[in-house]
């Protein structure tokens, strides 16, 4: 049936008790109806789950096909023949397990716009009683109504039904058809309050009091004031109405303009609800903010000083004190006061010349004064000191700019009027008087005189020192004399040479040569920097064969040499590693005792052939201690050893990390590596060649070299070396030493990694934000049995125990790294085994 929807009810703008009723009304009503197409003769599919009719199951060739419908009735559907027509199997199956046939819908669209007569709308009102009384009713052909309530309702009730016009059927009047009614409720305690008056504002001192009077709106339970401090709010606060008054009082700063708004509020049950805010109140001021100090204190003439300050918010005026000391200030008569200055700058006359006078100030306004400025001081009339001084630089190129610079040291606060610049040149001295003739805004700016170097020669000395003068035009003391000398520009010679000592811009092999020469003569190096830089970005492998991204203009070597010499540097695989077909700039810049520099720079390009190697080892275990011997190797297709490569080894941690076993390594020595530390499932390693003429990287990795040792061992206080087996004597110590401790025995562990993390929440994120460090807090606990007869373990248990250095762990699944170790074990008299934990905390440590 059609009714009305979305009804409101709320209080008229401008009145007390008259309440105004609107609602929507949906004049036009679509229905649709769907309905399954599953029809027999229809092809359907088998839904995954589905039974038969009777709950059996059905087999998958069943589920897998489509199959043709004979019969449906109601939700009853009988299976005939599949779709290739080979399978007939007349089962029954509910209709909601089909999938098929397709849907059908329908669709009534129902009209009510143009059979709309009127809307009835009745009100009922309650006193407090629960009983409704009736408001009265009116039909309307708009969709609201309005309702003045009595004065002793609580609630009002409004009920709206539509009304349709009629027709003629069988000579009888008869409605399109009937409206349903609709209602809601609303409690006039919920109403909002009236608009308050604007409230009232006063400031003594730091306290603002804002009040509101004669409230007689019976809704209003509370007032709440708002603060702004001129367009800036900064406080609230909400106020009881009692005996038809509200007040509020806040702290206020110096120096403001404050007004202050209020609203109503009327508490409902355990709602607030606000009526209509109150205009501003006029602006009250506060004590104005003190003075922050003097800008300017300077002596005028012998007699008289100028003051100035910075405008200090809220003043009107200014008070300036001072005195001759300045302990009379805030103690005692022997102050003077000058009160009602208007502007910020004040020029005191009638002084003693020769006195101390100490100055303060402060800010006015009809609310009162604020507190005094910090205490300035000068001596009135008296000579400067010695001004401070420096050049732009101590080391002048002939020709390059010299700038002399000096600050004015006023005693009085004067500015500068005079000042005499002696300079002595090769022994002659000449005294040069320089006047202030700068504007008023930069006249106490610091002064600068130039001098052109380009008429003096090298080892030419420039003595220098200035006094000024003030308001007295007497000169202070000079300043210190400072010295700058004359130079020759510093030059540098750069080339790079090939092993014959021949220049070259196209390397083709390693070695190759820096040379420098640094000049003049007159001039001596004290220490060079080279640094090499590619002009292309490329890619390459680092010393452990990991592929990493050189960019263009990025430092690929740098180094500094201290010394007085003529500058030769070798550059080779050993501390260069430069990339075939690249481009590089070679930088050098050389330091002169005399303070100068020099830089140049050369490009060369790499142009060599890339030597590619395939390096090998030998791998052995020594099952006591489960160490590791290596011996890299690396030939030809032939078989020969090619003296061109330089070795390297790296074993591969279990998490990923390259360690250093052996560098620099001669090939074909016969040298084997010591490695204590082998992962107990699988010992594996990186053999590195680099090209001794070219600095190419080769790289193998060998296949992992089982141990599969099922204990857990612990190493420390270690030593091992290498050893070299050309040499067919037996070796006076192994090639490893150190305490061992072999847990064979049933062992369970237990890792945990803490990563150094930081959440940070924001505003307006859903989620916060990780922020990692740098610690990754790695700790295990493993534990074992150890039998109790096992005399040798349980020893070497307790001097683990006592140790108080590092150890190396490693347990069978294949970590192993240096670790703070806790050794916790007891015995129990009637069993036969010792449990044991060890409580590991991972550490920076060797290899």
């Known amino acids: 049936m059609p009714r009305v929807s979305n009804i409101g009810i709320k209080l008229q703008s401008g009145t007390d008790n008259t309440y105004i009723a609107t609602w929507s009304f949906n004049e ?67 209709v909601k397990n089909l999938i098929g046939g397709g849907n059908t819908s329908s669709t009534t669209t129902t009209s009510y716009n143009k059979t709309l007569d009127h809307y009835t709308v009745t009100w009922h009102y309650d006193s407090g009683d629960g ?67 604007t409230p009232s504002v006063n400031v003594e001192k730091y306290t603002l009091t804002a009040s509101i009077d004669n409230v007689s709106d019976a809704r209003t339970d509370q007032i709440k004031f708002e603060v702004y401090n001129d367009t800036t709010y900064v406080s609230s606060g909400i106020a009881t109405v009692r005996a038809c008054k509200a007040s509020y009082q806040f702290s206020v700063s110096a120096g403001g303009s404050y007004r202050v708004r209020c609203v109503a509020i009327n508490i409902d049950n355990n709602s607030k609800i606000y009526g209509k805010y109150s205009d501003f109140s006029s602006a009250v001021t506060t004590i104005p903010l003190p003075p922050s100090g003097f800008t300017k204190c300077e002596a005028t003439s012998k007699t008289s000083v100028r003051l100035e300050w910075n405008a200090s918010t809220g003043a009107k005026t200014y008070d300036i004190e001072y005195s001759t000391k300045k302990e009379y200030f805030d103690g005692s008569d022997g102050t003077s ?85 002696e300079l002595t040149i090769d022994g002659e001295t000449k005294t040069y008087t320089i006047k202030n003739t700068k504007d008023e805004d930069e006249k106490d700016n610091t002064s600068v005189y130039p001098i052109d170097t380009s008429k003096y020669t090298e080892g030419t000395t420039i003595l220098w020192r200035v006094r000024t003068a003030g308001v007295t035009k007497k000169y202070g003391d000079w300043s210190i004399q400072r010295t700058v000398d004359i130079y020759a520009p510093a030059t540098l010679a750069l080339t790079v040479k090939d092993k014959d000592a021949v220049d070259i811009n196209i390397l083709t092999s390693f070695p190759f040569y820096v040379s420098a020469l640094a000049g003049p003569k007159t001039q001596s190096p004290i220490s060079y920097h080279v640094s090499v830089r590619s002009n292309e970005m490329y890619e390459t492998l680092d010393q452990v064969g990991n592929v990493k991204i050189v960019k263009s203009g990025e430092e690929v070597y740098s180094q500094y040499f201290d010394t007085s010499e003529a500058l030769l540097v070798e550059l080779s695989a050993h501390n260069i590693d430069l990339e075939n077909e690249i481009n590089y700039t070679l930088t050098c810049v050389v330091a ?39 011996r890299p190797y690396c030939v030809d297709e032939k078989g020969i050893v090619i003296e061109d490569a330089i070795l390297s080894v790296y074993r591969r941690d279990y998490d990923g990390e390259f360690v250093e076993i052996g560098s620099e390594l001669t090939n074909g020595a016969n040298v084997y590596l010591t490695d204590p530390h082998p992962s107990l499932d699988y010992a594996r390693y990186r053999i590195i060649a680099t090209s001794k003429s070219t600095g190419s990287i080769s790289y193998y990795d060998p296949p992992g070299y089982p141990i599969q040792c099922k204990s857990i061992i612990l190493q420390w206080d270690e030593a091992w070396s290498s050893f070299n087996t050309s040499n067919s004597d037996e070796m006076v110590n192994p090639a490893w030493t150190g305490s061992l401790l072999n847990l064979p025995y049933n062992i369970d562990t237990s890792d945990n990694g803490n990563a150094d993390v930081s959440l940070v929440e924001y505003i307006g994120r859903a989620h916060p934000t990780a922020y990692y460090g740098t610690q990754l807090g790695e700790t295990a606990t493993w534990n074992t049995d150890v039998p109790k007869d096992d005399e040798e373990t349980i020893y070497q248990l307790r001097r683990l125990k006592s140790w108080l250095g590092d150890v190396y762990v490693r347990e069978p699944s294949g970590s192993g790294y240096w670790a703070s170790v806790k050794v916790s074990f007891s015995r129990t008299h009637c069993e036969g085994k010792i449990p044991v934990t060890l409580d590991i905390t991972r550490v920076e440590g060797g290899v």
Not at 65 to 77: E, F, M, P, S
Not at 339 to 344: L, Q, V
Not at 596 to 622: C, H, K, N, R
């Open 28 to 94: 036009t009503t679509t229905t649709t109806v769907t309905t399954s197409g599953i029809k027999a003769g229809s092809l359907v599919s088998i839904k995954s789950g589905a039974t038969y009719y009777n709950g059996s199951h059905i087999p998958d060739w069943v589920k897998n096909q489509k199959w043709y419908l004979t019969q449906v009735k109601g939700d009853r559907a009988v299976l005939g023949k599949n779709q290739s027509g080979n399978h007939n199997i007349c089962s029954p199956i509910n």
């Open 131 to 197: 009983i409704w009384f009736s408001g009265g009713s009116s039909d309307t052909t708009e969709k609201y109504a309005s309702y003045s309530a009595p004065s002793n309702a609580n609630r009002i009730r409004v009920t709206i039904t539509p009304v349709s016009t009629t027709h003629t059927v069988n000579n009888t009047e008869v409605a399109y058809w009937n409206g349903s009614a609709n209602s809601k409720v609303y409690s006039l305690a919920g109403a909002p309050p009236a608009q308050p008056s």
């Open 337 to 421: 006061t000058t009160t009602g200055i208007t502007t910020t700058r004040y020029e005191k006359t009638g002084l003693e010349s020769g006195s101390d006078y100490f100055f303060r100030v402060r800010a006015v306004n009809n609310q009162g004064e604020s507190a005094w400025s910090e205490i300035k001081s000068l001596v009135l009339g008296t000579d400067p000191a010695a001004p401070t001084t420096w050049s732009s630089t101590t080391t002048a190129v002939t020709g390059e700019p010299l700038n002399l610079y000096w600050v004015h040291n006023s005693e009085d606060g004067s500015s500068q009027t005079y000042a005499e610049l």
């Open 592 to 630: 002169m005792n005399s303070g100068l520099t020099a830089q140049e720079s050369v490009d060369f390009t790499v142009q060599w052939l890339d030597q590619t190697y395939a390096p090998d080892a030998e791998i052995g275990i020594d099952e006591d201690s489960y160490s590791a011997y290596i």
